[in-house]
Every structure is written in C-alpha cells, then in structure tokens.
C-alpha cells in the first residue's frame, strides 16, 4: 500500500461505465459502522437490498463494516458472505496460535508444563506484554482467501464496487481514508481494536480501529459523490453501572463512549432521504460471534421493516440484471510463480528454511499450499503476524510474498504456571512453575530454554537446542542439544499398597543428556543420546527404622547411571490435556551402567528400562472417548526404592501417588468426556469418567500376574489461562472415595 492510499480526504470515486444506464437515479452509498460481532448484522441488511433490487453504487465501512462492506465491494454477492461467516469456526478464527497438531514437539511438550495462553517477553528493559489479547492470524489468513480475486486491484474504485475503509492513525489520533493497495491489509487494519487486536503498520503508519474516530462514515461516502445515504448503525450501546466494576469494563465502556461520540455527530449530518437502519440486537454484546446466525437475522428483519422507505430506490429488473453483470468479480487465471521471498521480520532468517515451504517458484500457484505454508511459519511462535500475498513487480514477474512480522516483545519468552493439589485426606502440594524461551540466538535458528519449579517438588533445567542443516526426504531435520535437569520430590512408598506408609523418602535426581535427534514434521521427534544421571534417595521415615539402619547406615542411597537413551514422542493431540481427537505415544528405552557410589551395599552391573506411554483420542460432536495405557519396565541392579510408581488422578485414581509402585508397572484406561454448554472461544466445561486397571511387580517375569488393582474417576474440569482445573471424586475399592481439587498437573 502506497502513501497517497493513507490520504485523509480521498478524491470522489469515478462511476464505472456499466452505470450510464442508471444515471437518472441518484447515486447511492452505502454506510456500514463498526461494532466487533454485531457488524454481522449488515449481512442480513445486504441480503434484502438485494432481494429489493436496491443496487449500491459507493461503501465506505469502519472495522467489521470494512470488513462486510469490503467484501461485497471486491463482487460477493450477500448470499455469499453469509455462506462464508456461516462457515467459520470463530475460535480457530480467533485462535492464540496455530492448531496444536501442527507445532513441532518442542512447542507441544512445552504445553504439559505452562499454558500456552499466558506469554510474556522480558528483556533489559523489563516485562513486556503482548500488544493484542486476540491472535488475528486466522482472520488475516480468511480475508487473504476471499479477497484474492481483487488481488491485482490497487486503486479500490475500480473494484466492481467503489470502496473506502477507514483507520485510527494510533500516533496522531487523525482518521485514515484506505482508497488503494491492498485489500486484505485495508480490511485489517481497520478493525484492529485497541488491546484486542494488534495494530498494523502501513507504510510507517501504525494503524488501529477506525471506530475510535469515525465509526460512522457517513462523510466519506458522501466524498465519494453520494447523494442518498443508507447507514447502517449497529454501534455497541454504552453499559451499564454493573460492567463498570473491572479494568475490562472500564476500558470497553470508555472506548464506547469515544465512538459513540462520533457515531451521533455523523447522525445529525443525515438529510431526510438518508436512511438509517439500527438492527435492535439487545442482549447481543460486539463478542459474540459464535451468534452469527442471529445478527445477521436480526439485521435482515430490521432492514425488511424499513423496505417501504427505500421503494424510490429500487430499480427494474433489467436495470438490476446489469448492475449485478457489471459487478461480477474478475478473477485472474493462475500463473506460475517467478519468485518466493520474505518481508517484515529483522530477527529470524526464514529463507533459511525456504525447503519446509511447500510453494516454491515455478510453480502455479495454490491457495491450499500457501495457507499451508503460513500455517508452517506462524507454527514457530515467533511472528505476530504471518500473511501472504501475490505481487506484480516492476518488471511484470508474478510472485509470492510472505509478509512476516516479528513479535514485539521477542525473542525472549516467559511463561507461567502453578501445580496445585489437594485432597479430603489430608495430601497437598504445590508448586510454581517459570519458563524462559530465548528464540534465535544465532541464524540456525538456535534456542535456550530454562524451566525453574519452586515449591513441593522444586526442580531446574536447562537445554540449548540446535537444528542441524541437514535434511531428509519426507520433512525429516535434524538437531542436536545438551539438557542438564536438577529434580527433587517427597515420595511415600507402599510394601503393601493396602496398608500404611512403609517409608518417605526425599527422592533427587541430577541428570546430563547429549542428543542428536530428527524432527519429523510436526509429527514428533526421535533422540539418540548419552546420559549421566545421579540419583539419591534419602529415608526419612521408615515403619521398620532398625532394617533400615543396618542396610543404610545414614539412611541415604546413592547411585549412578550412565550410558545411551533412545526417545521417541509423536503428538497429534488437538490439546494436552482436553483432547478431542488425535493420538500421542512417547517411549524412552535405557541401556546404563549403574553402580552404587560411597561404598554402600548393593551391586554394579547393567540395567535397562523401558518406559511407554500412549493414548488415543475420538469424539463425536460434543462426546469423547480417550483409550490409554502406561507401560515400566526395568531389570539389573534395583535402587533402594522402585523406579516406577502408580497412583493418583487417572493413574489408578483412588490410590495416594506411587501407593502402587515397583519395578514394572502396567496400566490401561479408558475416558469418557463430554463437553458442557459454555462461552465461546475457551474450550469450555467438561464432564468425565475414567476406569482404569494396572499393577506393579518387581521382576519383569512377573509382569501382569496376579490380580490387577482398580480404580474409577468422576470429573468436571476446565481450561483456563493458568491451566487446567479439575474437580473430582477418585476411587478405588481398596482405599475408598477421595475427593480432590488440583490445577495444572495432578
């Protein structure tokens, strides 16, 4: 977009040819304000003007008004609109990020621990938040999809609608006139609300919702040689006392009454053969988009009750025939792209990546390959803004730009979490959890990340991680990284899992890895590496105090395990921990030697373990089944205390953490979940149950024998920005009902 498309007082459109024929009629505007969710109403509005042969000749809107207005302008006809808002899935629209299914793992693994919802940057100059509350990307990529066939119109007066969005210019507070460049940019920038959606930059502009200055665009369209206006007002109404007791409530109420000010100085500047249509969407709030359906009605019944209003309007027939002839959008055939490049980002080097893109110059261009590719590079979680678009360049080649925009608050990341736990006997724990991610510390595409965990089970961890330029057919890329991680945790052990505590021991656990690896697309990864771990368990209380004392005379055990780990995760889960469809299976296989350390009783020798775990997830509209198991294994030199434990929510609920615990464990479940009525755009209530049957053996030629232990869950829970909250009744027929709260992790 050029300069002179930010004019403040665009020249007045020139009517196309294709409208001599209705010259004798008035030129009519059309005038759509802004209003988040409730500008679905000039859908309905749109719909019995075409039905009453009221052609339009000029539209000028602000934010969903640009956004409705200018879709009908670029040729769609109402019907067609409606078709697509129909369509949407308005939470993957307004989604934070991308579809889980199609991060790479790192992103994926990061989930278990803190909520992907709550990400701040933090750098020498302190905290900094995230300038939108709302991601955009997927109403950047929807506008880029069906504003393609105006893609080689600049000027919008030669759109088969002559158009005008209008821009808060968020430096100056001036109002912004969009009268050329592209149209999907126009469209955005014009609804960017402050503190929802990030503002855009235009040609060094930074552009924010025109609703802030002009939400009623009535002297544009008049610009733009109007001479009867039909305005559609479906502003947000101030609220009342009760919304006014948040920082939220404060902010929208105070936005309403800057554009309410507008709206009403552009009402007063209406003639009496201006008509002015104000759908009533009481109870309807500029949020609710999942009720698309209804405002568009309500804007359709409110239009039909003005129809006789606007009878001098209508035209013949014939007359309507051509109009919507002269109209009718010119799409241009396909051609092969000459070139593929990026804009907008200073701090990563995508180009070095160009292979994970699956459009590549020569090729004609596909829509389902591009949004494909935007879809790879948003995945990164590096840009606020990942949009492309086909060019024509000076020279007349045709190519394809990704248009990128790196996080302001980059490329240093924390997220935060909490784990908390307690039950009606007495068990509680806690803990908080800070993540730090450092993107890009070098143009391989490097990364840092450190985990700190205080509190119950306090822990540290370290991992620089780099990909390798390396590639292999089928999206396979290599890595390698260094993993140090300090863990501690109090862990009561069962002799007999239907009696009383046998020991508690403080249980901790230092560890070094050195991996390479291959990342297989968003599928997951594969790592082949060497460990030093450092295990010690501390007794410090025993049922059988002396026994204790002659094997351990300090009451500590040491030991040390070094060799070669193989692990694989691959995730395809739509969430970590509310799926409803996908599958995950994660092993890790161990092959070490381990000895005792401080000259304390036991043996050296070689061990392996074998750790397994998987679930897989269907639904069925709003019911889902989730069938899992878990599987530990592990022979050779045995430590003081079992390796493997069971116990706790889903783990055979009922039963205290590792109350069933040895050598080899086994378990399998099975999940029924139903999702209960809820807002839009969260994941909303879920109820459940869960059975599950499992064990724990010493010798691994006593796996799976004897009989199995039970246990059941009923649960209600909910994703919320911290996390996961859960509510349930465990039980198992040993121990009995618990009733536990926990956020987070159980």
Do not use: C
């Not at 389902?368 to 590719?373: F, G, H």
């Not at 350390?597 to 897989?616: I, K």
């Not at 479940?669 to 994941?683: D, N, W």
């Amino acid at each position: 977009m050029t300069a002179s498309a930010l004019a403040a007082s665009p020249a007045p459109a020139v009517l196309p040819a294709s409208t001599d024929m209705v010259a004798p009629r008035p030129r009519i505007g059309l005038v759509l304000s802004g209003g988040g969710a409730r500008g679905l109403a000039h859908v309905g509005v749109l719909k019995v003007l075409e039905r009453e042969r009221i052609p339009v000749d000029v539209i000028a809107g602000t934010s969903m008004g640009a956004i409705v207005g200018g879709l009908y302008a670029s040729g769609m006809d109402a019907r067609t609109v409606e078709a697509e808002v129909r369509a949407l899935d308005w939470n993957t629209v307004f989604a934070s990020r991308v579809d889980r299914q199609n991060l790479n793992q790192r992103r994926k693994e990061q989930d278990f621990e803190v909520s992907p919802v709550v990400e701040v940057g933090i750098g020498m100059d302190g905290i900094k938040a995230p300038i939108g509350s709302v991601s955009s990307r997927g109403l950047e990529s929807r506008l880029r999809r069906l504003t393609l066939p105006a893609r080689l119109t600049q000027d919008f007066d030669q759109l088969p609608t002559p158009f005008r969005a209008v821009a808060t210019d968020m430096e100056t507070g001036q109002p912004v006139i969009l009268r050329q460049g592209d149209l999907a940019t126009a469209l955005r920038s014009s609804m960017s609300v402050p503190g929802i959606f990030a503002p855009v930059e235009v040609d060094g502009r930074i552009l924010g919702d025109g609703g802030l200055v002009n939400n009623t665009p009535v002297d544009v369209a008049r610009a733009m040689g109007a001479q009867r206006l039909i305005v559609v007002n479906i502003g947000t109404p101030l609220g009342p006392r009760d919304t006014l007791s948040s920082f939220t409530g404060v902010t929208a109420q105070m936005i309403n009454i800057l554009t309410e000010q507008n709206v009403q100085a552009s009402l007063r500047t209406l003639g009496p053969d201006d008509v002015l249509i104000a759908p009533k969407l009481d109870g309807l709030t500029s949020a609710d988009f999942e009720r698309a359906r209804e405002f568009m009605l309500l804007g359709e019944l409110q239009a039909e009750a003005l129809v006789l209003r606007m009878q001098d309007l209508k035209v013949s027939e014939s007359d309507y025939a051509a109009w919507l002839a002269a109209r009718q959008q010119r799409i241009a055939p396909p051609v092969p792209l000459q070139f593929v490049r990026f804009e907008g980002t200073e701090r990563t080097k995508p180009a070095n990546r160009s292979d994970i893109l699956a459009t590549q110059p020569g090729q004609v261009f596909e829509l389902a390959k591009a949004e494909r590719d935007t879809t790879v590079l948003a995945a990164s979680g590096d840009y606020l803004r990942t949009d492309y678009r086909l060019v024509r360049d000076e020279s007349g080649r045709e190519g394809l730009v990704f248009d990128l925009e790196d996080k302001p608050w980059g490329p240093n990341y924390l997220q935060m979490g909490v784990d908390f736990v307690a039950d009606n006997r007495g068990r509680s724990a806690f803990n908080l959890k800070l993540v730090h991610n450092r993107h890009w510390l070098d143009a391989h595409g490097s990364e840092w990340r450190n985990a700190v965990r205080i509190g119950s089970a306090p822990g540290l961890s370290s991992e620089w991680y780099r990909p390798m330029d390396w590639r292999l057919p089928d999206g396979l890329s290599g890595f390698v990284a260094v993993q140090g991680t300090h863990q501690r945790e109090r862990v009561d052990f069962y002799a007999d899992p239907d009696r009383d505590v046998s020991a508690r021991v403080d249980r901790a656990r230092t560890a070094v890895h050195l991996d390479i690896g291959a990342n297989w697309r968003e599928l997951g990864e594969i790592r082949l590496g060497l460990v030093d771990e450092v295990r010690r368990d501390r007794v410090t209380l025993a049922a059988d105090g002396g026994l204790l004392r002659s094997l351990l005379p300090d009451g500590v055990a040491r030991w040390r395990e070094q060799g070669l780990r193989l692990r694989a995760v691959f995730d395809q889960l739509d969430h970590a921990f509310f799926p409803t469809r996908g599958w995950r299976i994660e092993a890790a296989a161990t092959w070490a030697h381990s000895r005792q350390r401080d000259g304390q009783p036991g043996e050296d020798g070689f061990v392996r373990h074998l750790h397994a775990q998987g679930q897989w997830v269907q639904s069925w509209g709003d019911h889902t089944l989730n069938l899992g198991g878990r599987l530990g294994l592990s022979d050779g030199v045995m430590p003081l205390a079992p390796r493997y434990g069971l116990g706790g929510f889903q783990q055979l609920s009922g039963y205290g953490t590792y109350q069933v615990s040895g050598q080899q464990v086994g378990l399998v479940r099975a999940v029924y979940q139903v999702r209960l009525p809820g807002p839009g755009f969260t994941r909303g209530l879920f109820a459940g149950t869960s059975v599950e049957a499992g064990n724990a053996w010493d010798r691994p030629e006593q796996f799976w024998q004897g009989r199995k232990r039970i246990g059941a869950s009923l649960y209600l829970g909910r994703d919320t920005v911290v996390g996961p909250v859960y509510a349930a009744v465990l039980h198992s027929p040993a121990v009995g009902p618990t009733l536990m709260v926990f956020v987070g992790r159980p």
